[in-house]
């Protein structure tokens, strides 16, 4: 999360972004009106991937960073007479869905109340440091291109969607693992029992407040 969310500051940058490429505030102001349609695009596109490909939360997750990283490229390596490929650029590379993906996903791979509530409050926190970070990337002496901190995004832009790959795979090794586990110990039982001496109560999971590390019937989504 604080990977993600270190360019996240780029998209309050752009007026000046775009100014800096000589067009005038104005114009500045009217090439934004595309990024909300790009944005809007972009979560119908991961949303195609997550319920009607059944990708999953990790490669959708990774995929929403290739047009930031697009962008990132056409910033770095187009020539500074032509502005329409700068201007497609910035546009492109200033919106991605993975902060949500990525939130919810740490919400549905951790099990267990405590844990649940520390995942996602750090998970928040990560991100307001990051964003509190952020425009530190763009300083004034790196104007009018700011090869840099677009420099800086890209890497960002990779670093990201290679740990959503990694904890993917991590996941799948876990699953893998818990359901030999499973196999071979068919007399564990399914919940825990208390004998209060009058009666036998059966205890459920979700009333132990276990981890997913602790309950291993517990399956990691991908």
């Known amino acids: 999360m604080f990977f993600n969310e270190l360019p996240n500051n780029t998209s309050q940058q752009l007026p000046l972004i775009i100014v800096g490429f000589g067009f005038t505030a104005a114009e ?6 595309a990024k909300p349609l790009i944005g809007s695009l972009l979560i119908l596109v991961s949303a195609a991937m997550l319920y009607g490909a059944r990708l999953g939360t990790g490669y959708t997750c990774a995929i929403s ?13 187009s020539p500074w007479s ?6 497609v650029g910035t546009q492109i590379s200033t919106f991605k869905p993975s902060y ?7 919400g549905t791979a951790t ?5 649940k509530l520390t ?20 300083q004034p002496k790196y104007k009018p291109r700011y090869r840099l901190p677009w420099a800086f995004m890209n890497a960002f832009w990779f670093i990201s969607p290679a740990m959503c790959l990694i904890i993917r795979w991590y996941l799948i090794r876990e699953n893998r693992r818990r359901q ?14 208390l004998d209060t001496g009058e009666e036998v109560i059966q205890v459920h999971n979700e009333d132990l ?10 399956i990691y989504p991908l």
């Not at 099990?111 to 844990?115: A, I, L, N, R, V």
């Not at 995942?119 to 763009?138: D, G, H, L, Y």
């Open 28 to 33: 500045s102001a009217l090439f934004n009106i």
């Open 65 to 77: 960073y290739i047009p930031c990283f697009v962008g990132g490229i056409i910033e770095l390596a």
């Open 82 to 87: 032509n502005k329409i490929a700068l201007v």
């Open 100 to 106: 949500l993906l990525g939130l919810s996903w740490a």
């Open 111 to 115: 099990t267990g109340y405590t844990k």
């Open 119 to 138: 995942v996602m409050s750090t998970c928040v926190v990560a991100a307001a440091v990051a964003n509190m970070i952020s425009p530190e990337f763009w």
């Open 180 to 193: 030999l586990i499973l196999e071979n110990d068919e007399s564990r039982e399914k919940h825990e029992v």
């Open 209 to 218: 407040d276990l981890t997913d590390r602790q309950n291993l019937q517990f």
